[in-house]
């Protein structure tokens, strides 16, 4: 990242962790990945049961790597081969430590947004693990909810429809229909405008330009 841009959104990323304060989330601004990296690695004591949403943003980070490689209970739902076994792994996951994801825009008042399908990661987010760390680069700084819905709609999703092979209007065209495709990725939309329990959810806030 081009170093006045950094510069500007170091205090940008200020800004939003009072915002999230006030929201009764956590805020951690990192200048780089590796400063990420290292930031989980005083935040997730080793043993920890560790579980993730899809997240380009946490591989990318090299945090998934960190966690896979280190002393923790790793709970991966990749692993499931059955429908019984995708059951089972489901539970552990909702009661896991940590669960690790991105968010699809953020605002500079602290609201977090995403769009999900099948919500998987968001029903996580939402309850169950007793910690939810989200990596989150600048490129999903946004100045509001609706600016946030657009920004996912318009940047994010049609680089995850091809990435994901959906067959939806997004990915065959790049641009948003609102479309009901049987793999539409746009069911549910949510907004985490504030958090019951106090530092559950960490938001740590990368210099970097990070997933979609």
Known sequence: MHEARQAA??????????????RNMEGYYCASSADAVELVRQLVPEGSSITWGGSESFAETGVKDVLLAGNYRII????????EEERAIWQERATADFHFMSANALTSGGEIVNIDGNADRLSLLLHGPEHVIMLVGANKIVADVDEGVKRIRTYACPPNAARLHTETPCELTGVCSECHAPKCMCCQIVVTRHSRHTGRI???????????
């Open 9 to 22: 959104f170091e205090k940008t990323a200020q800004t939003i962790i009072k915002n999230l304060k006030k």
């Open 202 to 212: 960490k938001v740590i806030l990368v210099g970097e330009d990070l997933g979609f």
């Open 76 to 83: 991966d739902r990749s692993k499931a081969t059955t429908p």
